[in-house]
Structures are given as structure tokens and as C-alpha cells.
């Protein structure tokens, strides 16, 4: 299982544009890992999460072909993870030329707001309906928490994440593969009880765990997990035998919050046993 880090940055993207803090203004000097775009995350090279904005950039800057995704799991329908352009402009009135079929899998809330949202910006019918769907040439898999699903050589399962209301169905996500399981989990707060119980009760053990990281040192974990709350979480993932033993827990979705630059970041992550990801990190799980 090959994964990709398209994005690693929260909402505005790090260093935020127009911000003078000590972070940000030693974030541009450093450059490199530093400059994070919104985050997303390519595996193999046929399932994308999250059709977010910087998806596009991201694929040129990496060499990535897009018209080779065939899955796309949507953790949810915030603007930073998603971008309707990258559905509406599948649209023959765009002159594309699609060659293959784009599964979405997401919550029912979550593909409901999408298509809101996509409706507001076109006229081309709603996603739910059929003939919108060969258009696009799309097609929605709603999956409910808990649920697993067996697609295209993939296992998925949907755990509610802990963030924003219920009515827009927040996910993570975990996805197995020729042996190998991943976690991805970013826009959560405190994974809830009912998700560690869930977790046990179907034996994940995880390969690689991809944990939001959105806020930093002395802070507190609210709509996301800052660092405190996040290595609570590596040292539970551990304590509960859901990560192997020669695996590996990944930040992303990193803000500028009192946070650190890059290469700071990784030494403080190492004290508490994780790693750092950045745009363009490549990971082999073999």
C-alpha cells in the first residue's frame, strides 16, 4: 500500500497568507516542509481522500494523474476537503473527457450537503439523481457509521468523528489493503468512547495511523486535537494494541497555532512517539 500526502495544512493552509506571527513569518523563511497545502491523502494511485482545494496544485507538483482515481472516501463537507469544481468540471458541458467512473463514499448527511452545495453553484441537477450521475460520470456509496464496506479490493469502515454538528455526518475512516490497515482521522476532537469500543470490538490494528494535529502547545484539544490530546492518543493506540509494533502515527492537518516549524515539530513529536507529516512525504507499507 503506497500513500501520498497531498496536503498536511488545516483550513487556511500554512503559514496563513496575510499573518505576521513568529510562526508564520519563520515558516516562509524556512520554506520547504513548512508550506502546507489543505490537506488530502492519495493511496496507490486510484483512492483519494477528500476532494479538497489544493488537490489539483498538489497533483501537478507531485506527478500525480488524477484520471486514475477511481474512489474517493469524503470525511466531510467543509470547504477546505471539499471543492465542488472538482465534481462540477467532470461535466460534459466542461468538455471533459472522463474514461473512468468516480465512486464517492461518504455519509448520507455529508453527500446531502455536497450536493447542496454543488447545486448553488450549477444547474446541472442534483448528484442523487441518475442522470447527473452519468454526467459526472460519478457514483455515491453512502456508508453510516460503523459500517464496512468491500470495494475494489478495499475494506473501508466509517467511525463519526468528533467535530462539527451530527447533521453533516463527520467521519474517519479506517481503509485495509493486501494486509495492511491505515487510520485516517483527521477533524476529530477526542475520538469518542463509543469509536474506541467500536475500534476494539472489530480488532483494528493499524499499519499507520494518520491523526489530526490541528493546534499545538499548550492548548486545548476542542474541535480538533492539539498536542497534549494528540499524543494521549498515540500513548492509548498503543496501550490498546490498535497499532503494531513496528507501526507508525502520522500528524497532519497541522495549523499554525502554536506550533512549530517543521524540523522543531519532528523533535518534540519524537519525545511521544510519532512523526510529522508533510506535503509530498511518500509511505511504502509493505
Not at 465512486?103 to 446541472?124: K, P
Not at 490494528?205 to 492518543?233: P, Q
Not at 497532519?252 to 515539530?265: L, M, Q, V
Amino acid at each position: 500500500m503506497r500513500i501520498l500526502f497531498l496536503g498536511t495544512g488545516a483550513s487556511p493552509s500554512s503559514p496563513l497568507p496575510f499573518c505576521c506571527c513568529e510562526f508564520c513569518r519563520t515558516s516562509r523563511m524556512a520554506g520547504g516542509k513548512n508550506f502546507r497545502k489543505r490537506s488530502s491523502l492519495l493511496i496507490n494511485d486510484d483512492l483519494l481522500i477528500d476532494l479538497g482545494p489544493d488537490v489539483f496544485s498538489a497533483s501537478s507538483q507531485y506527478g500525480i494523474l488524477l484520471d486514475n482515481v477511481r474512489i474517493c472516501l469524503q470525511t466531510h463537507p467543509h470547504g477546505d476537503h471539499f471543492d465542488p469544481e472538482m465534481i462540477i468540471s467532470r461535466h460534459p458541458d466542461y468538455a471533459a473527457v472522463i474514461d473512468n467512473e468516480l465512486t464517492i463514499i461518504a455519509s448520507r448527511e455529508s453527500l446531502m450537503v455536497m450536493d447542496s452545495i454543488i447545486s448553488s453553484r450549477c444547474g446541472y441537477g442534483s448528484i442523487f439523481d441518475e442522470v447527473a450521475q452519468e454526467n459526472y460520470r460519478i457514483r455515491l456509496m453512502p456508508i453510516a457509521a460503523y459500517e464496512r464496506i468491500n470495494y475494489s479490493g478495499y475494506a473501508v469502515r466509517a467511525y463519526p468523528a468528533n467535530h462539527g454538528t451530527p447533521d453533516q455526518g463527520f467521519m474517519i475512516y479506517s481503509i485495509a489493503q493486501g494486509g495492511k490497515s491505515v487510520l485516517y482521522a483527521t477533524d476529530t476532537a477526542e475520538i469518542f468512547e463509543e469509536v474506541w469500543h467500536k475500534m476494539r470490538e472489530y480488532n483494528e490494528c493499524f499499519d499507520l495511523i494518520i491523526l489530526d494535529h490541528t493546534y499545538g502547545v499548550g492548548m486545548e484539544s476542542s474541535d480538533h486535537l492539539a498536542m497534549k490530546g494528540f499524543a494521549g492518543h498515540v500513548r492509548r493506540f498503543r496501550e490498546e494494541g490498535m497499532l503494531k509494533p513496528d507501526g507508525s502515527v502520522y500528524a497532519t492537518h497541522i495549523s499554525h497555532e502554536r506550533n512549530y516549524t517543521h524540523s522543531e515539530f519532528e523533535a518534540k513529536a519524537e519525545e511521544s512517539g510519532y512523526r510529522i507529516a508533510y506535503d509530498g512525504l511518500r509511505l511504502e507499507l509493505e
